[in-house]
């Protein structure tokens, strides 16, 4: 007799995704309690995002294009809701990161730099965060599209596009809020394409603001 477990769904579909947030939520009780509810706070994000970045990094640099649209299929129509639901938790961070800027005006100049190198790796780790999700969505996207038009088109006639190519495509909407020489085909992937643009445009913004915000107070002392 063989004893099957079945896991969450989230598990088996996002499994580094399920790794991170498990390690941050192990490690937000295990951090001081003398710290700030913030800080703490932050820290633990840290270790989701990070975990999740250099896991999903490793799996990416090895994967072929059978493992890659293995991992694409084997994602469910969650991907939206998920999306949605990271994306509001990174801008809940920047709004946790002004509050915890807020605190620091009085601190000694050594405790400021360490905490603005804090902030910088917070807001670092987040954007990465968002062009690797997304990458990841459009790659479930392409391969379960068996018939007809394909929702990406690349210049090059590519038909069986590796994480390099999707990670391009995102990142560069990432950075400019706009999209690279790949053609956007269906409704399905123009919604997606729309709404990474829009957040990466608030982000940016954010992190604009932050850093006149942080250069101001290292210049003044």
Not at 148 to 168: A, I, M, R, S, V
Request: proline share 5%.
């Amino acid at each position: 007799m063989t004893l099957r477990i079945r896991l969450p769904g989230i598990i088996h579909s996002r499994p580094h995704l399920s790794l991170a947030i498990a390690l941050g939520a192990i490690t937000a009780p295990l951090l001081p309690h003398a710290w700030q509810l913030t800080a703490r706070l932050l820290t633990a994000w840290n270790v989701t995002v990070w975990t999740y970045l250099l896991s999903m990094a490793w799996m990416m640099v090895r994967a072929d294009q059978h493992d890659i649209r293995r991992a694409a299929c084997r994602q469910d129509e969650r991907g939206p809701v998920i999306l949605s639901m990271l994306s509001l938790v990174i801008m809940i961070s920047l709004v946790a990161i002004v509050s915890q800027l807020s605190t620091l005006k009085d601190s000694p100049p050594a405790d400021m730099v360490y905490h603005y190198g804090f902030v910088v790796l917070t807001l670092t780790g987040s954007w990465f965060m968002i062009g690797t999700m997304f990458c990841s969505h459009y790659a479930h996207l392409y391969y379960i599209k068996n018939d007809g038009e394909k929702p990406l088109h690349f210049p090059d006639q590519e038909l069986t596009p590796n994480y390099w190519d999707f990670l391009y495509f995102s990142f560069t909407i990432s950075v400019a809020v706009q999209t690279s020489d790949v053609a956007v085909c269906g409704r399905a992937m123009r919604q997606v394409v729309l709404a990474q643009s829009v957040l990466c445009f608030f982000y940016n913004l954010a992190i604009l603001g932050l850093s006149i915000n942080i250069a101001a107070s290292l210049i003044n002392g």
